[in-house]
């Protein structure tokens, strides 16, 4: 991503509906795993820290990101160092395994996600868990994955099919942000419609106004409840909990 949109995530990930709502969602599926009392885990594309206070309730928690502006924006936020890294194979050397490894909406920014997969898998103790999400759906494809610097969309079937390919056995695959996603995908059609300006910014980009921000925030974090129980058949979003 460019180093303007580290600063909008930084300034806005505490309170965005979707940031709320995916480590909602995430945190719920985390703590449904068992791990071990202080696990050993790591983030791998940690952006600007918005997932450390999360994770850090689970256990130790090592963090890794390329990006410069954001690990200087991340360092002050948290008070803790974050490693600089890349996939597939540009990780530093940590000289152990981890119980749980975490890629929140990273997957999709790495060119050779397979290989990126694979790396990963190595660096899983015995037992350990991959819990990722990625963006849903190619054929939503807009400005706004341009913007990222997406190199994809997954599907259902593409992502199980990448895992099981780096040796992932999966506990867990799932659609998210499933009761707005009629309204996100109808945005990110406005997106398309509108990226002949390249000037124009994403739809996703800025918080909603107080009152539909805190509305979808509340609806987004509700599917943890769901979660507990059922996977969703649709959304904008794919969770997947992979064991290598």
């Not at 505490?14 to 983030?43: K, N």
């Not at 890629?103 to 694979?118: I, N, W």
């Not at 390919?165 to 998210?176: E, K, P, S």
Request: some cysteine; charged content about 25%.
């Amino acid at each position: 991503m460019e180093p303007a949109a580290y600063r909008k995530m930084a300034e806005t990930e505490d309170r965005h509906w979707w940031f709320c709502g995916r480590r909602a969602v995430a945190e719920t599926v985390i703590r449904s795993l068992g791990l071990p009392e202080d696990a050993s885990i790591l983030e791998i594309g940690a952006g600007t820290g918005g997932n450390i206070p999360m994770l850090s309730r689970f256990g130790t928690v090592t963090a890794v990101e390329m990006d410069e502006t954001a690990r200087a924006i991340a360092a002050e936020k948290t008070g803790m160092e974050f490693l600089a890294g890349h996939l597939p194979d540009g990780l530093p050397d940590f000289g152990r395994t981890f119980d749980l490894i975490c890629m929140f909406d990273v997957l999709e920014h790495v060119e050779k996600d397979h290989a990126a997969l694979e790396t990963i898998a190595g660096l899983l103790a015995p037992g350990g868990r991959l819990v990722l999400t990625v963006p849903a759906h190619q054929w939503l494809w807009s400005h706004h994955d341009e913007v990222l610097h997406h190199f994809r969309r997954y599907s259902r079937a593409g992502l199980a099919e990448a895992l099981r390919g780096a040796g992932y056995g999966i506990r867990r695959l799932t659609f998210t942000n499933s009761a707005l996603f009629p309204a996100a995908a109808a945005a990110r059609f406005l997106d398309r419609a509108l990226s002949q300006d390249r000037q124009t910014a994403s739809s996703g980009s800025d918080i909603p106004p107080r009152a539909a921000n805190a509305a979808m925030k509340a609806v987004f974090r509700s599917e943890r409840h769901v979660l507990r129980r059922i996977d969703l058949p649709v959304g904008l979003g794919l969770l997947a909990v992979g064991e290598a």
